[in-house]
Nanobody, 124 residues
Framework: VQLQASGGGLVQAGGSLRLSCAAS????????MGWFRQTPGKEREFVAG????????YYVDSVKGRFTISRDNAKNTVYLQMSSLKTEDTAVYYC??????????????????WGQGTQVTVSS
C-alpha cells in the first residue's frame, strides 16, 4: 500500500493550497481517509477526515470554514483544499487511511496506513 501526498509548498498568509494524496495497493473506496499535520516538537494533529463515499466529513475546530476535504474514488485520491491560510497552519501534512474508522474517530485511532508528508509553509 502506498499513499503519496503532494501539493505542499510556500504560500503567503491568506493564500490557498490544495493537497492531494494518491492511494495505491488498496481498495480505496473501502477506506476512510484523513489528513494530519505535525510541526517540530509537537504531537501530530488530526485535521480532517472523510468517510468512504464522501458523505460525512470531520474537521478540527481550527480549520473549520477554511479547509475542505474531498475524495475522488475513481482516481483513488483524497484532497485537502486549504484557504485563508495562517502562519499557524505551517506543518508537514500527512494523509492516512483506515478500514474501520469513522471520519471523526480517525483522530483517536491507530490507523492502518500513512503516507509520507508534504511540507506546507505559510509566510506572514
Amino acid at each position: 500500500v502506498q499513499l503519496q501526498a503532494s501539493g505542499g509548498g510556500l504560500v503567503q498568509a491568506g493564500g490557498s493550497l490544495r493537497l492531494s494524496c494518491a492511494a495505491s495497493g488498496l481498495t480505496f473506496s473501502s477506506y476512510v481517509m484523513g489528513w494530519f499535520r505535525q510541526t517540530p516538537g509537537k504531537e501530530r494533529e488530526f485535521v480532517a477526515g472523510i468517510d468512504r463515499f464522501g458523505g460525512s466529513t470531520y474537521y478540527v475546530d481550527s480549520v473549520k470554514g477554511r479547509f475542505t476535504i474531498s475524495r475522488d474514488n475513481a482516481k483513488n485520491t483524497v484532497y485537502l483544499q486549504m484557504s485563508s491560510l495562517k502562519t499557524e497552519d505551517t506543518a508537514v501534512y500527512y494523509c492516512a487511511a483506515d478500514r474501520w474508522a469513522t471520519a471523526q474517530a480517525m483522530g483517536v485511532m491507530r490507523l492502518d496506513y500513512w503516507g509520507q508528508g508534504t511540507q506546507v509553509t505559510v509566510s506572514s
